[in-house]
């Protein structure tokens, strides 16, 4: 008799416990996976006896390296920096790079995990990766910001290439951080290969790799509403955040003919009842990224607004929530809350921002309930697009990009509803992100044998 035989769902979660102490998020992140894992492959005695879960939930390797640079005084600095690669079984590691103070290997582990299910539910060919640093970009000058940038890259080189892992950005690494990591990867290397992705349009960059993630977030909304004969005309939309994924969904948003009325940074949000315009979400990308602003000084900008300091804004009557700040920003109470106030739809535009309390309240509502690895994957999937475009030496246009991404966000949503139709108009998002994902790399992975 196989191992796993004995193993039950209990048992398998202690011991990712005990194997990954002081690893918060990274449990966490596995425990909402295999909840589904396990009834799905209870009756298939290959994923069992292969341990294809157990070995999805080890990353495949983790580099760890020191970062040094030099601050504007002269002070020599000293970071951690990460690369978590969990999984290539269908295609080169792929996923972002964080710059925050929160990161830490358990952040990035999670991340990873979480990524290798997001990557396969694309339909691209991208295992899963994540990477980062404990580097802390607020307050920082741009000199400071571009040392920090090529250290970090002087060591990363080393694990990454166009086939065989390919970084993107992520919170705190924009358009910026990445120009200034691949210049240093080609002055390296020598190279002028796609390493990269959310590179600038002049050296490799694709056409709406900015949007991407919000628009795509919007857009799995969009597909979970028509799915019950509704839109969003009319909707008043709360979200979170106040970064790429948030403006690029209140700017979405607001195209379909919904009402955005919060955002938020970590210092609290801003409740505008008159809802944010174009205009207005123009004022926040520019406030924020060029200038470096805080999303308080909204209020100052725009009357009839409001601030709410050091407070989350899921109490704020709404029909669809977005969070789409950070993980874990939206916990169980606040699930109940938007619940209450009458919210029908909520999608992820960050990573695993719902914690386990919360997401078990969206299920037990049966409200529509879509997690970041479905509904946050437009990023990463024109990512994906960018890569093939390296690899033809072609720049696709707009309105293809476009076209390709409202595809590829179809495609999720199909493949979410084979595994999450529950009966009675129920979808479980969740399960059927999670068990769609999971075939996919597990069949895979049973395909190479025991490596
Ligand atoms: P940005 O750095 O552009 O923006 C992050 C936003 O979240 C900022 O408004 C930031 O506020 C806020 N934030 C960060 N930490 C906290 C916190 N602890 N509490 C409240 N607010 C916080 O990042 P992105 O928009 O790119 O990323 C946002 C989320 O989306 C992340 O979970 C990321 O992993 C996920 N994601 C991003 C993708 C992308 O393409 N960029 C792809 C898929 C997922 P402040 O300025 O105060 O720090």
């Known amino acids: 008799m196989a191992i796993s035989d004995h193993v039950d769902l209990p048992t398998f979660m202690e011991g990712v416990k005990r194997r990954n102490p002081h690893q918060d998020e990274f449990v966490q992140a596995v425990q909402e996976v295999a909840e589904d894992i396990f009834e799905f492959i209870a009756d298939k005695e290959e994923y069992h ?88 970009p607020k307050g920082k000058s741009v000199r400071e910001i571009m040392r ?26 924009g358009g910026r951080e990445i120009g200034y990591m691949f210049g240093q990867y080609k002055r390296i290397t020598n190279q002028f290969t796609g390493v990269l992705t959310g590179k600038g349009l002049e050296y490799g960059g694709s056409m709406i790799r900015p949007e991407a993630t919000g628009y795509g977030a919007v857009y799995f909304l969009l597909n979970m509403l028509q799915h019950k004969e509704q839109d969003l005309h009319g909707k008043v939309a709360v979200i979170s955040g106040s970064g790429n994924v948030a403006t690029h969904a209140a700017e979405k948003i607001v195209q379909l003919g919904g009402k955005p009325v919060t955002l938020s940074d970590s210092g609290g949000f801003i409740y505008d009842p008159d809802g944010l315009t174009q205009d207005k979400i123009d004022w926040v990308k520019a406030h924020k990224t060029h200038r470096r602003g805080r999303i308080s000084e909204y209020v100052e900008e725009f009357k009839g607004a409001t601030f709410h300091e050091g407070q989350t804004p899921w109490n704020v009557p709404c029909d669809v929530a977005l969070p789409c700040a950070t993980q874990n920003e939206l916990l169980g109470p606040d699930a109940k809350a938007l619940v209450a106030n009458g919210c029908i739809a909520v999608s992820e535009g960050a990573n695993m921002p719902s914690n386990l309390d ?67 108009g129920y979808t479980d998002y969740v399960r059927g992100a999670n068990i769609a994902g999971f075939k996919k790399v597990a069949d895979a992975m049973l395909a190479f044998g025991v490596v």
């Open 49 to 136: 006896e292969q341990q294809i879960l157990r070995r999805i939930a080890e990353p495949d390797r983790i580099v760890s390296f020191r970062v040094c640079w030099e601050d504007d005084s002269g002070n020599i600095r000293v970071q951690r920096g990460w690369r978590v690669q969990n999984n290539n079984a269908i295609g080169p590691y792929k996923g972002g790079i964080r710059f925050h103070p929160s990161v830490n290997e358990s952040v990035l582990k999670f991340l990873a995990f979480e990524q290798t299910f997001k990557n396969a539910l694309t339909g691209l060919p991208m295992g899963g990766g994540k990477g980062g640093s404990n580097f802390n």
């Open 148 to 173: 920090f940038c090529q250290s970090f890259m002087t060591e990363l080189y080393r694990h990454i290439g166009a086939d065989v892992d390919v970084p993107a950005g992520d919170i705190g690494v």
């Open 358 to 424: 919360a997401v078990h309240a969206f299920k037990d509502a049966k409200i529509m309930f879509a997690p970041g690895k479905a509904a946050n994957a437009g990023g990463v999937a024109v990512s994906g697009l960018e890569m093939s475009q390296n690899s033809e030496r072609r720049a696709w246009k707009e309105e293809e990009l476009q076209a390709m991404l409202r595809d590829i966000m179809d495609g999720i949503h199909a493949r979410c509803l084979t595994y999450g139709e529950m009966g009675g």
